[in-house]
């Protein structure tokens, strides 16, 4: 038996929930408005709009990286010619483990020895003073163009000691590795022929990663990184817009560097705050997506977690200082509006401080105001703030490995558990930024670990948990039980995505609150086990 069109549209409940809208009373039969939902609704909506944005843009990124995929550096074969002389930085502080690994590495640089400077910059305050001082010696012993500079105290943090190599430098080109870096052999020989266009500053390097596949962690960090380095340089760099220099695995020509002001330590970012300025002053940034230069990842979870409240603070702080001066400036909109994006970036995690705060009540409020509201209104906006991230990396993982990127897939529930594993520790950054809060320059140490075979068991400089461990905990709790509230009344639909949070929260709080008892934990157990096994092991010899 067919029923005729009106029928059907009046029996549809999204008719009826559309007419129910746009009548004069909309919420008859529905739910009665009152001020307390509308001052909760109100902000909920609010950010809830305002991550979308940014969602929004990821997916612009992607889509200005593949519209300019023929904008790549033009690279001419050949070099130089005369050859400059180079002066390479190595900026130290406390690095024990990795110091000499750096060494070894950048005196392989093919480059001749007459035309070349390495300083080591040293700030270390423990033992890494006398590892390294013995290591530059050796190396200089045996014909290396390095010199030892040790200071007596941090100031200005990294961008002090690269301020003060600066000025007893002779190179007309300055190029920087972090500790954990093993630059390769061919490095000046692949970066300094785009140096022929005399309006080019700066010429930044891919990192890559000889621990990605040491754990889940450090699997995440790679997938987060590749984001950085794939979509969001190659998309800037390719359609003309302001890039950061990522304070390592890159060269300057040293104009740049003294015509943009110097190096300044007013922001925990030295590096972008740098690259704006420069770029400010009319110099021109390239970036080399193929040549990779490989570093070594944190492998734990609140040297991370530090590392990433380090540069979200420093972003906040390049923005306070510099996007006045941007937007004053003739540059194309275009460029302001992508660098005010680029530098606005972490203001995200306050506001998924708030949306997490937000969502129980929200829910019970749209609960009661109908299912059909939160399907059609509040889960698409929640699906342009957070599915942008999926996309955005896994097209990265596309780019980087067109073979295998498919097996990236699995680590996406993961890598959006991290992320929101890191907004109260971020927000936390991002506030201080904001309220002109100082902090120190806090490092992230490195502790060579290069296999699988590799422990950090009993080594210095472990990162410690601090009082957001237990805050993280506490939020995962809270959406263990927003998770039961959901299915309690059928809202199955927002399940998944509160999951995500209760996961993330709570794998944070207890990953960085338990970190360094885990290998100790797993070995109690392994030779618990052992014990345990044993008389069945020798049972089984016998028969």
Request: with cysteine; glycine share 6%; charged share 20%.
């Amino acid at each position: 038996m067919t029923y005729p069109a009106a029928i059907l549209a009046a029996e549809n409940p999204l008719v009826l929930y559309f007419e129910r809208l746009f009548t004069a009373d909309p919420f008859r039969g529905i739910y009665q408005v009152n001020a307390f939902d509308l001052l909760l609704l109100i902000p909920y909506f609010l950010v809830l709009a305002i991550l979308s944005v940014y969602g929004l843009h990821r997916y612009y990124l992607v889509y200005s990286y593949y519209r300019h995929r023929r904008n790549l550096p033009k690279r001419e074969p050949g070099q130089i010619s005369p050859l400059p002389r180079v002066t390479v930085q190595l900026p130290v502080y406390n690095e024990r483990y990795v110091v000499e690994r750096l060494i070894d590495e950048v005196c392989r640089l093919d480059y001749p020895a007459e035309l070349l400077e390495i300083q080591l910059l040293d700030d270390s305050t423990d033992d890494t003073s006398l590892v390294a001082r013995h290591c530059v010696e050796r190396h200089a012993a045996l014909g290396f163009p390095i010199r030892y500079f040790h200071r007596n105290n941090r100031q200005g943090f990294k961008a002090g000691a690269l301020a003060a190599g600066l000025r007893v430098a002779r190179g007309e080109f300055v190029a920087i590795f972090d500790a954990d870096f093993l630059p390769p052999p061919n490095f000046l020989q692949t970066t300094l022929p785009c140096f022929r266009d005399r309006t080019v500053g700066m010429v930044q390097t891919r990192w890559s990663y000889i621990n990605r596949n040491y754990s889940l962690l450090t699997r995440v960090q790679s997938i987060l990184l590749d984001g950085h380095f794939i979509l969001e340089h190659g998309a800037r760099s390719r359609s003309g817009c302001f890039f950061n220099f990522n304070g390592t695995a890159g060269i300057w020509r040293r104009q740049a560097i003294e015509e943009a002001g110097g190096w300044q330590h007013d922001t925990l970012t030295e590096d972008t705050d740098l690259s704006y300025r420069a770029q400010l002053r009319g110099w021109k940034f390239l970036y080399l997506q193929d040549v990779e230069c490989p570093s070594e990842l944190p492998v734990e979870i609140n040297a991370f977690k530090s590392q990433q409240a380090r540069w979200a603070k420093g972003l906040i702080q390049t923005a306070r200082k510099l996007l006045p001066t941007l937007w004053r400036s003739p540059l194309p909109w275009r460029v302001k509006v992508e660098a005010f994006f680029h530098l606005t970036a972490n203001i995200c995690y306050p506001l998924m401080a708030v949306l997490a705060a937000l969502l129980l009540p929200a829910m019970i409020v749209r609960f009661y105001q109908g299912w059909f509201q939160m399907l059609y209104i509040d889960l698409p906006l929640l699906l342009a703030a957070t599915c942008s991230v999926s996309a955005f990396y896994l097209v990265s993982q596309r780019e980087l490995f067109p073979g295998t990127w498919k097996q990236s897939i699995k680590f996406l529930p993961l890598l959006m558990a991290t992320g929101i594993g890191l907004t109260l520790s971020n927000s936390r950054a991002v506030i201080e930024a904001l309220f002109g809060v100082p902090s120190p320059f806090v490092r992230t140490a490195k502790y060579r670990i290069e296999s699988s075979a590799d422990r950090i068991a009993n080594k210095k400089y472990r990162h410690r948990a601090n009082w957001i461990a237990l805050l993280e905990m506490l939020v995962g709790c809270y959406f263990a039980f927003t998770v039961y509230y959901a299915v309690a009344n059928g809202n199955f639909a927002t399940v998944p995505f509160l999951c995500l949070f209760a996961g993330g929260y709570l794998g944070m709080g207890l990953l960085s609150a338990f970190q360094g008892k885990g290998e100790q934990l797993a070995g109690a157990l392994y030779s618990r086990l052992a014990l345990l096994l044993r008389p069945i092991g020798k049972g089984l010899q016998e028969s």
